[in-house]
């Protein structure tokens, strides 16, 4: 199979997204503030990739509340597994065939 | 277009991404190694300052006269080594994650927390119980036992060398269940040298 940049989505260029794609393929949820933690952005910041994900379709909200707080959780789709995962395969395919 | 470096480093980014925010890395060597000393230097003082060493699943009963006048300074000891070596862990790790640009207290070290408090606090509360029952004999391989079982709860997010001393700790607690006599040295070899030799090990595996 040849592969091209082109195979590469579009919604991966960031390296934001990518690292929450990679963060929640590895945990069942996590939480804004693990997120940001993880990712050392701001809270604008993060909210935006986070927005573009979920237009995607890529990742999905739980919204509730602790203690009347707002909790927001974030968790991988199944559409944004298979993404992810092709995005990985095509990455080490660039990466091999330019040995 | 992007270069084939860019590609590379995407991947190296995605693993680590993947390995932080699964594993609480910033476990520090030295703590180990700090812990065991703490836990040998307390074994010591009981033994000799205090000459305790329960070798009956009941040594004393309450009320009998044959109760052990030195019990509350054997407790002292044993909660100031447990205050002292979970000190240093804390110090240490906020250190080590300092160091590496992470914050010690996340979501991974929360969970791992969590994993660890469970059996320690069933743990704890059974060792109240026998000492208000006067089994003083079972401290010992009832705290190597559920500490064992804390750290192999833990291991599934942090090293995986810490599921082997939660191992190696279970076993002790067993094997002390049956060699009471024996309780207070197979403590020191699992709180005093398992710790310093894993500590050890961490240290030059890790963080070299």
Known sequence: MKVSIDDLHK???SRVRLGIMAALAVNDTLDFT???????????????HLKKLEKEEFIGVEK??????????YYMTEEGKAAFDEHLNVLEEIIRSQK | MKEERDYIQDLTEIRSMMERSTKFLSLSGLAGIMAGIYALVGVWVVYSVYNFNPHDIILLTTGSGGLFPYLPQVVIVALSVLVLAVGTAILLSWKKAKKRGEKAWNATSRQMIVNMAVPLAAGGVLIVILLSKGLVGLIAPFTLLFYGLALYSASKFTYKDVKFLGLIQIGLGLVSVWFIEYGLFLWAIGFGVAHIIYGIYMHFRYER
Not at chain 1, 64 to 73: A, E, G, L, M, Y
């Open chain 1, 11 to 13: 919604a991966f260029e």
């Open chain 1, 34 to 48: 693990s997120l940001k933690e993880y990712l050392d952005v701001t809270d604008g910041n993060l909210a935006t």
């Open chain 1, 64 to 73: 509730s509340f602790i203690d009347n707080k707002p909790n927001t959780k």
